[in-house]
């Protein structure tokens, strides 16, 4: 029987009247006074009626944060730990103020050890969850060294104040960095409501468990845009690691359907941490953990309207993305990944149809034996295409959306349209070379020369030609400036495709300078993992299909 973590009691309790409402989202004069905030805008009633000038929800921070700029320094060797000399396993004893750190009887202890493990479900039916591995291709595992040196940094400013001292120096770092850049950066869209801001924070401000996830994803980012990457990165991986132990500790004390709001978010970030640090293992662990905590609680429609909406955008970019790459991995679920958007979603944009038309393209292959059923998917998917344009559904948009952010959203939907056909044809493609020869297999040394027969014919019941669609994509990358604008942050799944079935070296070029634009200006680990992909493909003569080829390596790539 596996031994739950244990924490220990505090002596003293800070006590509140019943039914008082405290928010750490009130106005900065309440929080000066340390007194509930009924949050109206633009003054708080508190403030009006007792004559006190309301100063409003602006920023609290000293300063804005530079990416470059080295923050972090070496205060204090790193503690030596007690190890335990009855387990072979490799386990500490954690400080008491590590509140969410492992314990050595915690089934996450096992994650620091080169075999993956699968925890089993609790008792109380809670859904089954997962711990972290790494693998060869560019995912260090995670030691004792790292997750010790995490103690050892210390921030040099911002100093903490008031508002924040249930927060370390870390946490508030990282906290300001996706306030002031993360939040602008790790969206496809920017606007005075983006809610990885005014949705998340407040709610992580409540929750150590999700500030921990939102602190991974930040520290993360930070890495991949600054000089500390080491640094950096070690403190995103020992914010990881206790995220999952603290969501390990928090679905066993809940049944499935009384899963609280803060583990479902804190799983999302953990899908999102994977997709900035540029994965190829994990990410589809935690979208499995995150579709049956959803489906726990009785499916997107049983949350609350901003849960909802937080989540509705990027489950339906991700699951879809991940039916396309890695279908195999993945829980088959379609309820979740038809759900509508009505508000103009920060991940998804005007390509909401479009990404679940490249879903459905992934499902051809399951009906090869039908050749009647796959004629008419295939022409029903062709005239979805055909007839698609960013005007046929009407969106809410957000405040502060320029007709300039629409532009460049409308651009991205139309290289989606684009990359659907090229990936229809692709995928028509394969299927014909595996009925005409078998399929390779994966179980021999890599090899990039392979037999395959001559390339088929195009499907006439296809309105637009692959190279006519290729070469429209390419042409509105060229006159595109691809600049800081963050919704052409969504073109990694675009350029990638077209890259797949690019032969000339001008056009290879021009899609190699487009995702290091969206590596250096977005800071997204998922870029560089797909240029990693193309280099492979075009190393080999082209001749692979990129399918297969990530079969080969067992590569989770995240095209999201």
Not at 394 to 409: F, H, K, M, V
């Given at each position: 029987m596996v031994q739950q973590p244990s924490y220990q009691t505090p002596?003293?309790?800070?006590?509140?009247?019943?039914?008082?409402?405290?928010?750490?989202?009130?106005?900065?004069?309440?929080?000066?006074?340390?007194?509930?905030?009924?949050?109206?805008?633009?003054?708080?009633?508190?403030c009006a009626r007792l004559g006190l000038k309301c100063e409003g929800y602006g920023s609290m921070w000293a300063e804005p944060l530079d990416p470059s700029a080295h923050v972090f320094s070496q205060s204090r060797a790193p503690k030596r730990r007690r190890f335990s000399t009855t387990s072979a396993s490799t386990t500490w004893s954690p400080r008491p103020e590590e509140d969410l750190w492992l314990c050595p009887s915690s089934p996450l202890s096992n994650s620091l050890s080169t075999t993956p493990t699968t925890p089993a479900e609790s008792e109380n039916n809670s859904p089954r969850f997962w711990t972290g591995e790494d693998n060869e291709h560019g995912d260090r595992q995670i030691t004792i060294s790292e997750i010790d040196s995490c103690n050892t940094l210390a921030i040099a400013s911002p100093i903490p104040s008031g508002y924040f001292s249930h927060l370390s120096h870390h946490?508030?770092?990282?906290?300001?960095?996706?306030?002031?850049?993360?939040?602008?950066?790790?969206?496809?869209?920017?606007?005075?409501?983006?809610?990885?801001?005014?949705?998340?924070?407040?709610?992580?401000?409540?929750?150590p468990l999700l500030m921990k996830?939102?602190?991974?994803?930040?520290?993360t980012h930070f890495a991949n845009r600054s000089r500390d990457k080491q640094e950096a990165q070690t403190a995103a991986t020992d914010y990881y690691v206790r995220t999952l132990s603290g969501l390990q500790s928090t679905i066993a004390k809940y049944s499935a359907r009384t899963i609280p709001d803060e583990a479902i978010l804190a799983v999302a970030m953990l899908c999102k941490y994977e997709i900035v640090r540029g994965s190829v293992q994990q990410w589809t662990v935690h979208l499995n953990a995150l579709q049956e905590l959803i489906m726990a609680r009785g499916g997107v429609d049983a949350l609350n309207d901003d849960m909802r909406e937080f989540l509705s955008g990027f489950y339906i970019y991700a699951y879809n993305m991940a039916r396309i790459s890695n279908r195999k991995h993945i829980n088959y679920d379609l309820d979740i990944g038809n759900v509508k958007i009505s508000k103009l979603d920060i991940y998804i944009g005007y390509a909401e149809d479009l990404i679940k038309i490249c879903a459905r393209i992934a499902d051809l292959p399951t009906l090869s034996r039908d050749p009647v059923a796959l004629d008419l998917e295939v022409h029903s998917i062709d005239t979805s295409l055909r007839d698609w344009a960013p005007t046929n559904t009407t969106y809410i948009i957000p405040r502060g959306i320029t007709e300039s952010n629409l532009a460049r959203l409308r651009m991205v939907a139309n290289c989606f349209r684009d990359a659907a056909y090229i990936y229809l044809h692709s995928t028509l493609e394969r299927m014909n070379q595996g009925r005409a020869s078998p399929p390779p297999s994966f179980n021999t040394p890599l090899q990039l020369e392979l037999q395959t027969p001559s390339t088929p014919a195009e499907s006439p019941s296809i309105s637009l030609r692959r190279s006519t669609t290729l070469h429209q994509l390419l042409t509105r990358i060229r006159a595109s400036p691809l600049d800081e604008h963050c919704e052409y942050s969504a073109l990694t799944f675009p350029?990638?495709?077209?890259?797949?079935?690019?032969?000339?070296?001008?056009?290879?070029?021009?899609?190699i300078q487009s995702l290091d634009k969206l590596e250096a200006n977005f800071g997204i680990g998922n870029v560089r993992r797909a240029k990693e992909m193309l280099n492979?493909?075009?190393?080999?003569?082209?001749?692979?299909?990129?399918?297969?080829?990530?079969?080969?390596?067992?590569?989770?790539?995240?095209?999201a």
């Amino acid at each position: 029987m596996v031994q739950q973590p244990s924490y220990q009691t505090p002596t003293r309790r800070r006590c509140r009247r019943e039914g008082a409402k405290w928010t750490r989202s009130g106005c900065l004069t309440c929080k000066r006074r340390r007194k509930r905030c009924d949050e109206a805008k633009p003054c708080c009633h508190s403030c009006a009626r007792l004559g006190l000038k309301c100063e409003g929800y602006g920023s609290m921070w000293a300063e804005p944060l530079d990416p470059s700029a080295h923050v972090f320094s070496q205060s204090r060797a790193p503690k030596r730990r007690r190890f335990s000399t009855t387990s072979a396993s490799t386990t500490w004893s954690p400080r008491p103020e590590e509140d969410l750190w492992l314990c050595p009887s915690s089934p996450l202890s096992n994650s620091l050890s080169t075999t993956p493990t699968t925890p089993a479900e609790s008792e109380n039916n809670s859904p089954r969850f997962w711990t972290g591995e790494d693998n060869e291709h560019g995912d260090r595992q995670i030691t004792i060294s790292e997750i010790d040196s995490c103690n050892t940094l210390a921030i040099a400013s911002p100093i903490p104040s008031g508002y924040f001292s249930h927060l370390s120096h870390h946490d508030i770092y990282y906290l300001q960095y996706h306030t002031e850049q993360g939040s602008k950066l790790l969206a496809n869209l920017e606007s005075v409501d983006n809610p990885l801001r005014s949705f998340l924070i407040p709610r992580a401000l409540s929750s150590p468990l999700l500030m921990k996830a939102l602190c991974a994803v930040s520290a993360t980012h930070f890495a991949n845009r600054s000089r500390d990457k080491q640094e950096a990165q070690t403190a995103a991986t020992d914010y990881y690691v206790r995220t999952l132990s603290g969501l390990q500790s928090t679905i066993a004390k809940y049944s499935a359907r009384t899963i609280p709001d803060e583990a479902i978010l804190a799983v999302a970030m953990l899908c999102k941490y994977e997709i900035v640090r540029g994965s190829v293992q994990q990410w589809t662990v935690h979208l499995n953990a995150l579709q049956e905590l959803i489906m726990a609680r009785g499916g997107v429609d049983a949350l609350n309207d901003d849960m909802r909406e937080f989540l509705s955008g990027f489950y339906i970019y991700a699951y879809n993305m991940a039916r396309i790459s890695n279908r195999k991995h993945i829980n088959y679920d379609l309820d979740i990944g038809n759900v509508k958007i009505s508000k103009l979603d920060i991940y998804i944009g005007y390509a909401e149809d479009l990404i679940k038309i490249c879903a459905r393209i992934a499902d051809l292959p399951t009906l090869s034996r039908d050749p009647v059923a796959l004629d008419l998917e295939v022409h029903s998917i062709d005239t979805s295409l055909r007839d698609w344009a960013p005007t046929n559904t009407t969106y809410i948009i957000p405040r502060g959306i320029t007709e300039s952010n629409l532009a460049r959203l409308r651009m991205v939907a139309n290289c989606f349209r684009d990359a659907a056909y090229i990936y229809l044809h692709s995928t028509l493609e394969r299927m014909n070379q595996g009925r005409a020869s078998p399929p390779p297999s994966f179980n021999t040394p890599l090899q990039l020369e392979l037999q395959t027969p001559s390339t088929p014919a195009e499907s006439p019941s296809i309105s637009l030609r692959r190279s006519t669609t290729l070469h429209q994509l390419l042409t509105r990358i060229r006159a595109s400036p691809l600049d800081e604008h963050c919704e052409y942050s969504a073109l990694t799944f675009p350029l990638f495709i077209a890259g797949c079935e690019s032969k000339d070296p001008s056009d290879r070029k021009l899609i190699i300078q487009s995702l290091d634009k969206l590596e250096a200006n977005f800071g997204i680990g998922n870029v560089r993992r797909a240029k990693e992909m193309l280099n492979i493909l075009w190393a080999g003569g082209g001749d692979v299909h990129w399918l297969d080829m990530l079969e080969r390596l067992q590569w989770d790539l995240i095209l999201a």
